[in-house]
């Protein structure tokens, strides 16, 4: 392209360099027609994905959606929602789950002896009333 | 500078084309089509790849015509779109063009042999011409990439250091440490 090259490369140098350009094997030429004409295609649907798009966001209702999500975001950045976890449901579901264990728990429920040891640690043995 | 009549510059068609003026691409395309798939497929050594990376450029040129300043050359501007497109699909499919690298190295190996002329009086000479040129060929496509863009630029399109450091945005110094970088490493490469 330029007729003088102010670079400090030597003459020798300069050969090299072209020897190992000149050495890439000769690429398969393209059909030139066809290659434009794929060229061509791909623009076109290019501009008609971006001609959609551009028609698509001109419309009332992506206006209005864009609009409502975009203050929905801002409202939630500015008052984010505080959920705090309930652990007194958590701890009453954890409670429930275990509540099968406990064969005799109509018996503790009524006596109310949960501070008795002794009759915890004999629960399975006091008679319930059904037996 | 002159295609199919059109007496128009580069820099003139580009201003058409940001008008959307589809014949004006087209002179263009028709202009740089040859240099943009060799300039591609130099650099990613696939065809394939080189005809839809020198597509992408082309459509990448329609896009963004109207953001070309007119400050420096046309091709210049068009080089720097196409070598940062061969930058971007080698680093998209970094493995496979790896793997495209190594099998296209394989074909290049055997057609760069094969398409030699049939033995003369030094068949011998001729080999190792072949083998040499080979050689040469797969230490450039060793380079860094930025080296790699920096010899084809330099020796295939002829372009100056300043030139390509604007091609390349990087500081023409940098260019001349790349060159250096990349002679040595094919003078190293052709050491007995």
């Given at each position: 392209?330029?007729?003088?090259?102010?670079?400090?490369?030597?003459?020798?140098?300069?050969?090299?360099?072209?020897?190992?350009?000149?050495?890439?094997?000769?690429?398969?030429?393209?059909?030139?027609?066809?290659?434009?004409?794929?060229?061509?295609?791909?623009?076109?649907?290019?501009?008609?994905?971006?001609?959609?798009?551009?028609?698509?966001?001109?419309?009332?209702?992506?206006?209005?959606?864009?609009?409502?999500?975009?203050?929905?975001?801002?409202?939630?950045?500015?008052?984010?929602?505080?959920?705090?976890?309930?652990?007194?449901?958590?701890?009453?579901?954890?409670?429930?789950?275990?509540?099968?264990?406990?064969?005799?728990?109509?018996?503790?429920?009524?006596?109310?002896?949960?501070?008795?040891?002794?009759?915890?640690?004999?629960?399975?043995?006091?008679?319930?009333?059904?037996? | 500078?002159?295609?199919?009549?059109?007496?128009?510059?580069?820099?003139?068609?580009?201003?058409?084309?940001?008008?959307?003026?589809?014949?004006?691409?087209?002179?263009?395309?028709?202009?740089?089509?040859?240099?943009?798939?060799?300039?591609?497929?130099?650099?990613?050594?696939?065809?394939?790849?080189?005809?839809?990376?020198?597509?992408?450029?082309?459509?990448?040129?329609?896009?963004?015509?109207?953001?070309?300043?007119?400050?420096?050359?046309?091709?210049?501007?068009?080089?720097r779109i196409l070598v940062n497109a061969c930058l971007d699909?080698?680093?998209?499919?970094?493995?496979?063009?790896?793997?495209?690298?190594?099998?296209?190295?394989?074909?290049?190996?055997?057609?760069?042999?094969?398409?030699?002329?049939?033995?003369?009086?030094?068949?011998?000479?001729?080999?190792?011409?072949a083998q040499t040129m080979t050689r040469l060929w797969n230490?450039?496509?060793?380079?860094?990439?930025?080296?790699?863009?920096?010899?084809?630029?330099?020796?295939?399109?002829h372009l100056s250091t300043a030139e390509i450091a604007d091609?390349?945005?990087?500081?023409?110094?940098?260019?001349?440490?790349?060159?250096?970088?990349?002679?040595?490493?094919?003078?190293?490469?052709?050491?007995?």
């Amino acid at each position: 392209m330029t007729a003088e090259r102010p670079d400090d490369l030597t003459a020798a140098d300069r050969e090299l360099l072209a020897r190992a350009v000149a050495a890439a094997p000769s690429p398969p030429e393209p059909r030139w027609g066809e290659y434009r004409a794929e060229l061509r295609a791909r623009l076109e649907a290019r501009r008609s994905i971006g001609t959609r798009l551009r028609r698509w966001w001109a419309r009332p209702a992506p206006i209005a959606l864009s609009f409502g999500l975009a203050t929905a975001l801002l409202l939630f950045t500015l008052h984010p929602v505080e959920r705090r976890p309930d652990f007194a449901s958590v701890d009453e579901a954890m409670l429930g789950a275990s509540l099968d264990l406990l064969e005799n728990y109509h018996v503790v429920e009524r006596l109310d002896l949960l501070e008795n040891f002794e009759v915890i640690r004999r629960l399975d043995d006091v008679p319930s009333r059904e037996s | 500078m002159t295609d199919d009549g059109e007496a128009t510059s580069d820099e003139a068609l580009c201003r058409r084309i940001a008008a959307r003026d589809d014949a004006a691409f087209d002179v263009l395309v028709a202009r740089y089509q040859a240099r943009a798939y060799r300039l591609a497929w130099s650099f990613l050594r696939n065809a394939e790849d080189a005809r839809d990376v020198s597509q992408d450029a082309f459509i990448r040129v329609w896009e963004a015509a109207e953001r070309f300043r007119g400050d420096a050359r046309f091709s210049t501007w068009f080089y720097r779109i196409l070598v940062n497109a061969c930058l971007d699909h080698k680093r998209r499919g970094r493995w496979w063009a790896l793997r495209v690298a190594r099998d296209s190295d394989r074909e290049s190996d055997e057609s760069l042999v094969e398409r030699q002329p049939a033995p003369g009086p030094d068949p011998g000479d001729h080999a190792s011409k072949a083998q040499t040129m080979t050689r040469l060929w797969n230490a450039v496509h060793r380079l860094s990439a930025q080296q790699r863009a920096a010899v084809i630029l330099y020796a295939q399109e002829h372009l100056s250091t300043a030139e390509i450091a604007d091609v390349l945005k990087v500081a023409e110094p940098t260019v001349r440490v790349h060159l250096h970088r990349a002679v040595a490493a094919l003078r190293k490469e052709l050491a007995p």
